[in-house]
């Protein structure tokens, strides 16, 4: 591979992705703010550059891997002069505010931006389930796509660098309000002398069928209509069982009461024969 990359910041996201461009063949320069970090990666054939700046100059492509919006800034302002001309990718965890602004910083500075947003842990970059973002320059996606493609499935999704982000935050809501759903079940049952690992015998398959109901409160969302028949309705999924059962084992009712709140106040609307789909609309208008 001819392309010359430098990747800075080598904490355990940037040791991984320079490690499959090291694996690869790509001739890689690595930089981190501490030094030692990259031992390994020289072993494995990179080279590593003293300065943030040494480490610019060396890459045609310049990936950042840091810690957040504020640390890419400390770490590029002062070099907006060498990275002009070059192709920037920011796989930093940024919002999408941060991640157009850093964009509209690079445009400024004569930098081709790439922002990416990372579904994956260390260990899973390279392997199968690393998922990545994409948004900001498609020029830089469609050149850069075999490269990217060593860390994981990429996907691009338009010239708005905020794009990514956008996606990378609305999956992780849908994750970590799974989570607490799980964490409220295993709640649940442990005063029955259940312990969290038999829980997540029976709910791994269980939540992972009900994400076949998805596709169907989709079709519903973008119809726009709630009346559509076949639909689970806003009534008939009452959570009070589920938050008097709550209450009885002396645990948290907040998980479920904030699905309950989202439910009520479309039925207090007069929606209660309508789709359950239809809470979306309490997520759309704040109460
Ligand atoms: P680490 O905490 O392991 O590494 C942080 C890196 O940022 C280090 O290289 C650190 O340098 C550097 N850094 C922090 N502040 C500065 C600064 N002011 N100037 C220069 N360098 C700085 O984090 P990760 O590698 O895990 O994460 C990196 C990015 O990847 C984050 O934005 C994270 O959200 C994202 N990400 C991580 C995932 C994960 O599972 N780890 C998953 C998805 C995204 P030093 O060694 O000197 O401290």
Same mark, same amino acid.
């Given at each position: 591979n001819s392309v010359q990359v430098s990747v800075l910041g080598l904490g355990a996201m940037g040791t991984a992705l320079a490690g499959a461009l090291v694996k690869a063949g790509y001739a890689t320069t690595c930089w981190n703010r501490?030094? &030692?970090? =990259?031992d390994e990666l020289v072993a494995q054939g990179a080279e590593v550059a003293a300065t943030a700046q040494d480490a610019v100059l060396a890459g045609r492509l310049v990936v950042v891997c840091l810690l957040d919006h504020a640390s890419v800034h400390e770490v590029l302002d002062p070099l907006s002069d060498e990275l002009a001309g070059r192709t920037l990718v920011n796989v930093t965890t940024t919002s999408p505010a941060q991640s157009r602004e850093l964009a509209d910083w690079a445009a400024r500075a004569g930098v081709t931006y790439l922002d990416g947003g990372i579904m994956a842990v260390p260990d899973m /970059? &390279? &392997?199968? +389930?690393s998922s990545i973002l994409y948004s900001g320059s498609a020029e830089v996606f469609d050149e850069y796509k075999p490269l990217l493609e060593l860390w994981g499935t990429s996907t691009y999704f338009g010239e708005d660098a905020g794009l990514a982000s956008l996606y990378d935050l609305a999956l992780l809501a849908g994750m970590y309000v799974m989570f607490a759903g799980f964490a409220h079940g295993a709640a649940m049952v442990a005063p029955a002398g259940v312990t969290a690992r038999e829980f997540a015998a029976l709910a791994t398959p269980w939540l992972a069928a009900m994400t076949g109901a998805f596709e169907g409160f989709a079709a519903v969302v973008d119809g726009g209509?709630?009346?559509? =028949? +076949?639909q689970q309705s806003l009534e008939f999924s009452s959570l009070d069982h589920l938050l008097a059962a709550s209450s009885d084992q002396g645990i948290s009712t907040e998980v479920v009461g904030m699905v309950q709140r989202l439910i009520r106040r479309q039925i207090d609307a +007069?929606? +209660? %024969? %309508?789709?359950? =789909?239809? /809470?979306i609309e309490s997520i759309r208008q704040p109460g």
């Open positions: 501490s030094p &030692g970090k =990259a /970059i &390279g &392997g199968p +389930g209509d709630y009346t559509v =028949a +076949g +007069g929606h +209660g %024969e %309508e789709s359950f =789909a239809r /809470i």
